[in-house]
């Protein structure tokens, strides 16, 4: 929870300090010095840590929710963490099941096999009648 808040102060004051295009809206808005809202930040700083001592009830209760807060957003991340988890195993196993068939038919032997195919595969399969069939080209059928 402190590094989210850490984070958004961060991000703010950079946002802050980043500079700006001169528009007629920027200037209508009050010009403020580095100086006057170092001086400005710094009392509100004071002021934050006198707060406590000011309303102690509603510090108790502040650091209360925060703590709930905080409990529940790390439950939240190991639940999110578990689901992924989950689905990362999911993915795996159904890879190792779907074992890819061969990209190949068997009709042309791979490289490699091209002794072994030709002598595992039977010869002379043509019948008598397929043998005195006169062959035509592709053009010729009729």
């Not at 409990?71 to 689901?83: H, N, P």
């Amino acid at each position: 929870m402190r590094f989210l808040l850490r984070i958004t102060f961060w991000l703010g004051l950079v946002l802050v300090l980043l500079p700006r295009d001169k528009t007629p809206e920027s200037e209508k808005l009050p010009q403020i010095g580095a100086a006057d809202a170092v001086q400005a930040a710094t009392a509100a700083v004071s002021d934050v840590t006198q707060f406590c001592k000011r309303q102690p009830a509603a510090c108790e209760v502040g650091g209360q929710a925060a703590t709930i807060i905080g409990q529940r957003a790390q439950d939240g991340a190991k639940k999110l963490y578990q689901i992924i988890n989950d689905k990362k195993e999911q993915l795996e196993k159904s890879d190792k099941t779907d074992k890819k068939a061969p990209d190949h038919t068997g009709s042309i032997a791979l490289a490699g096999e091209g002794d072994a195919a030709s002598s595992e595969a039977p010869r002379d399969t043509l019948s008598q009648d397929d043998l005195a069939l006169e062959w035509r080209g592709p053009g010729l059928a009729n």
